[in-house]
């Protein structure tokens, strides 16, 4: 199994930029599919973006397609989530999850990191 651990949330002002990491630790991190997701009040949980074992793969989001970016470093274990032109919309809380390669649901889960964008 894997563990994650977000970070670099905090509040920016609409049209600012943030990149949130993901420190990956226990596994062999280049078996697993790593996913960035986000969840507001009020509204479902949402996959953004996801890059692929081999690490040549991606998936965007067409709500943040151009405007996020995801990338991953299987030597050092992490993963981020570059998001620019950021919305007051984007405001939610921000999750790096995992999934054995092949399987069909995320299992490991980070804990979460805060983003806010202000008007």
């Known amino acids: 199994q894997v563990q994650l651990t977000e970070s670099g949330g905090g509040t920016v002002q609409a049209g600012g930029s943030l990149r949130l990491s993901c420190a990956a630790s226990?596994?062999?991190?280049?078996?697993?599919?790593v996913g960035w997701f986000r969840q507001a009040p009020g509204k479902e949980r949402e996959l953004l973006a996801a890059?692929?074992?081999?690490?040549?793969?991606?998936y965007v989001a067409d709500s943040v397609k151009g405007r996020f970016a995801i990338s991953r470093d299987n030597r050092l274990n992490t993963a981020s989530l570059q998001m620019n032109s950021l919305k007051p919309e984007d405001t939610a809380v921000y999750y790096c999850?995992?999934?054995?390669?092949?399987?069909?649901?995320?299992?490991?889960w980070g804990q979460g990191t805060q983003v806010t964008v202000s008007s």
């Open positions: 999850a995992a999934k054995f390669r092949g399987s069909s649901d995320y299992k490991y």
């Open positions: 226990g596994s062999t991190f280049s078996d697993y599919v």
């Open positions: 890059r692929y074992a081999g690490a040549t793969s991606t």
